[in-house]
Nanobody, 124 residues
Framework: QVQLVESGGGLVQAGGSLRLSCAFSGHTGSTYAMGWFRQAPGKEREFVAG????????YDADSVKGRFTISRDDAKNTVYLQMNSLKPEDTAVYYC?????????????????WGQGTQVTVSS
């Protein structure tokens, strides 16, 4: 059974950094697309970054381009989201998601597997 467990959220001042981790277990093979999403109160869930579990290209949403970086560590079965130059508008619950596919998607309903989420709060 596929499981995703996020960690690393917290409270940080504007301009600071955080690294989120997503432990990925229960999967067979490497044909999984991984995504980070976020959801602020009263807003829709928003795609942040995506990559393939097998490696290769990554994609960052325009709102975080140049500030956030998605990466993975096979040995640790973990996907990371490095967040730098954080802004108050980055405040949200951040979710890790996975789908069995050779392509990632920016649509949250394309992903059947989700973590429980981790809160990120950026103070001004």
């Amino acid at each position: 059974q596929v499981q995703l467990v996020e960690s690393g959220g917290g409270l940080v001042q504007a301009g600071g950094s955080l690294r989120l981790s997503c432990a990925f277990s229960g999967h067979t093979g490497s044909t999984y697309a991984m995504g980070w999403f976020r959801q602020a109160p009263g807003k829709e869930r928003e795609f942040v970054a995506g990559t393939m579990w097998s490696g290769g290209s990554t994609y960052d949403a325009d709102s975080v381009k140049g500030r956030f970086t998605i990466s993975r560590d096979d040995a640790k079965n973990t996907v990371y989201l490095q967040m730098n130059s954080l802004k108050p508008e980055d405040t949200a619950v951040y979710y890790c998601a996975a789908r069995y596919s050779s392509r990632w998607s920016t649509l949250w309903d394309a992903y059947p597997y989700w973590g429980q989420g981790t809160q990120v709060t950026v103070s001004s």
